[in-house]
T-cell receptor, first 116, second 109 residues
Framework: GAVVSQHPSRVICKSGTSVKIECRSL??????MFWYRQFPKQSLMLMAT?????????EQGVEKDKFLINHASLTLSTLTVTSAHPEDSSFYIC????????????FGPGTRLLVL | QKEVEQDPGPLSVPEGAIVSLNCTYS??????FMWYRQYSRKGPELLMY????GNKEDGRFTAQVDKSSKYISLFIRDSQPSDSATYLC?????????FGKGTMLLVSP
C-alpha cells in the first residue's frame, strides 16, 4: 500500500519559536497533500489542502501566516508553525492522494507538538 | 444536522465477538465511503474503501453501505485485542474527506 512518512514524530519547543514538520510520500507521487490537526479525543480537523507547485488552500479559521505550507515536489510537503504558542500544541497529521487514486487519502503517522 | 454522525463509544466487547460499527450521513452527494482505524497517538490507517451500496469483505472486516438510508457499517468478525482502536468512518466528495468523530473499540482478552 501507499506509505506516507512524517518527521519529526514528536517535538517540544518554547513559545515563540517556529517548528517545521515534513510529510513525504515514499512510494507514490502525491498530487495533493492535506494537513490535519487533532486534539485529544476529537476527530481530525482539516487545516489546508496543497497541490504541488501551487499555494495551499486553507480552511476557514486557519491562519495562513501562522501555518505555512509548502508543497515543493510530488513527494514532499512541509508545515511550519510560526511563533508557536501553547494553544498550538496538538497532533498534526498529513495525508496524501496520488494520481489515479484521488478519492483515497493515505495518512502519515502524525507529529505530536508540545509548546511550552 | 451534522453531515456525519458516529457514536463515540467506547464500545467494549470480549475477544471473539462480532463487532458492528455504524455511521449515518446527510449529504447524498458523497461519492466514496471509507473506514479508517486509528491507534492511540498514530495516524489513521485505511481499512476499507467502497463507492457502491452493498457489502465488501476483506478478511475479518466487512463494510456495508446503504445509500438509500445513508448508512454505513463496519463489521469485525472474531475480534482480537489488537483490534482495540478508534474507528473513523469517512466520506469523500472530490478529494475532500469528511470524518465522523470516531468510535473507540475495546476488545478484552
Amino acid at each position: 500500500g501507499a506509505v506516507v512518512s512524517q518527521h519529526p514524530s514528536r517535538v517540544i519547543c518554547k513559545s515563540g519559536t517556529s517548528v517545521k514538520i515534513e510529510c513525504r510520500s515514499l512510494d507514490f507521487q502525491a498530487t495533493t497533500m492535506f494537513w490535519y490537526r487533532q486534539f485529544p479525543k476529537q476527530s481530525l480537523m482539516l487545516m489546508a489542502t496543497s497541490n504541488e507547485g501551487s499555494k495551499a488552500t486553507y480552511e476557514q479559521g486557519v491562519e495562513k501566516d501562522k501555518f505555512l505550507i509548502n508543497h515543493a515536489s510530488l513527494t514532499l510537503s512541509t508545515l511550519t508553525v510560526t511563533s508557536a504558542h501553547p494553544e498550538d500544541s496538538s497532533f498534526y497529521i498529513c495525508s496524501a492522494t496520488g494520481q489515479g487514486a484521488e478519492e483515497t487519502q493515505y495518512f502519515g503517522p502524525g507529529t505530536r507538538l508540545l509548546v511550552l | 444536522q451534522k453531515e456525519v454522525e458516529q457514536d463515540p463509544g467506547p464500545l467494549s466487547v470480549p475477544e471473539g465477538a462480532i463487532v458492528s460499527l455504524n455511521c449515518t450521513y446527510s449529504n447524498s452527494a458523497f461519492q466514496y465511503f471509507m473506514w479508517y482505524r486509528q491507534y492511540s497517538r498514530k495516524g489513521p490507517e485505511l481499512l476499507m474503501y467502497t463507492y457502491s451500496s452493498g457489502n465488501k469483505e476483506d478478511g475479518r472486516f466487512t463494510a456495508q453501505v446503504d445509500k438509500s438510508s445513508k448508512y454505513i457499517s463496519l463489521f469485525i468478525r472474531d475480534s482480537q485485542p489488537s483490534d482495540s482502536a478508534t474507528y473513523l468512518c469517512a466520506w469523500s466528495l472530490g478529494s475532500t474527506l469528511t470524518f465522523g468523530k470516531g468510535t473507540m473499540l475495546l476488545v478484552s482478552p
